[in-house]
């Protein structure tokens, strides 16, 4: 008889890779336990199971995307700034990564709201990058504080283009721009 305390980790990545792409597709306005688990093929009882709850199964949701992405640029930490930041644009419009930065900017966006489920997540989601992007910058021999500033214009900006480029499937002139962006900061 199968131990009721321990999930099965497979069953569990299976669930939150089906949550991740089910938030692709449906974005987080509205989002509940059942609503998902009746979409994806489970109950609620199921989710609360391997979860606990609605915050915990979204903040699982969004450190395995961040792990998704810093498992991509793991190879770009031997490169420099520039090199790296532009393997970092290459991973980000990747197609097979449409759905997962579609589900961050729905993060974001519900992480807007003071006191919203999704912030602290959100939040999250905004340093990880600032802090991989710092310590880029840091290991290059810039100064601390210059670093986190730069990461931050780097970081952020590279994810309002992205935005743009999701958006309007205006790629010429995104990557131009991202290009841009990162010979501006890190040349």
Excluded at 48 to 72: D, I, K, N, P, T
Excluded at 136 to 157: I, P, Y
Excluded at 162 to 179: G, K, P, S, Y
Aim: contains cysteine; negative net charge; glycine residues 4%.
């Amino acid at each position: 008889m199968a131990d009721r305390t321990s999930p099965n980790p497979t069953r569990r990545d299976e669930l939150l890779h089906a949550a991740l792409d089910d938030f692709a597709r449906h974005g987080l306005v509205d989002f509940t336990l059942r609503g998902l688990a009746e979409r994806i093929g489970t109950s609620a009882r199921m989710l609360v199971h391997y979860f606990g709850s609605r915050e915990q199964l979204l903040s699982a949701a969004f450190a395995e995307h961040r792990q998704q992405m810093q498992r991509q640029l793991a190879d770009a930490a031997e490169q420099s700034p520039a090199e790296a930041a532009t393997s970092a644009w290459a991973a980000m419009t990747a197609d097979e990564q449409r759905t997962h930065f579609t589900v961050m900017y729905h993060l974001l966006a519900a992480g807007l709201t003071n006191g919203a489920a999704e912030r602290p997540a959100a939040r999250d989601a905004i340093l990880a990058w600032v802090d991989y992007a710092t310590d880029l910058l840091a290991r290059a021999g810039r100064d601390a504080v210059d670093a986190r500033v730069d990461a931050t214009v780097l970081a952020s900006g590279l994810k309002g283009i992205l935005i743009d480029r999701l958006v309007t499937d205006d790629e010429q002139r995104c990557d131009t721009a991202a290009r841009r962006l990162i010979d501006a900061v890190l040349t």
